[in-house]
Nanobody, 124 residues
């Protein structure tokens, strides 16, 4: 059974850091491209970052670039999102997603499996 479970979201002050985790139960975790997306209240879900099954990474071309870092630990079947210098605008539900041997693009439709999300709230 495929499951993606995010954790690590919490209330944090502006300028702080958080590391989100996504524990994945997949047939072969190392063969999946993993992505992070987020959805703020009243806004559409947007792409944050991805890490390919082959190791390459892709980041969204917005204010998150340079502040967020995606990584994976295949031995633990886990993907991470390190978030630094957080801003109130980063407040959102963060989701992880999986795409078998995918290119790591940001289109939502490319990803076949999704977690339930973890809430990140950044206060001013």
């Amino acid at each position: 059974q495929v499951q993606l479970v995010e954790s690590g979201g919490e209330l944090v002050q502006a300028g702080g850091s958080l590391r989100l985790s996504c524990a994945a139960s997949l047939p072969t975790f190392s063969s999946f491209t993993m992505g992070w997306f987020r959805q703020a209240p009243g806004k559409e879900r947007e792409f944050v970052a991805s890490i390919r099954w082959s190791g390459g990474t892709t980041y969204s071309q917005n204010s998150m670039k340079g502040r967020f870092t995606i990584s994976r630990d295949n031995a633990k079947n886990t993907v991470y999102l390190q978030m630094n210098s957080l801003k109130p605008a980063d407040t959102a539900v963060y989701y992880c997603a999986a795409d078998y041997r995918g290119p790591g693009a940001g289109q939502i439709v490319l990803y076949d499996y999704w977690g339930q999300g973890t809430q990140v709230t950044v206060s001013s």
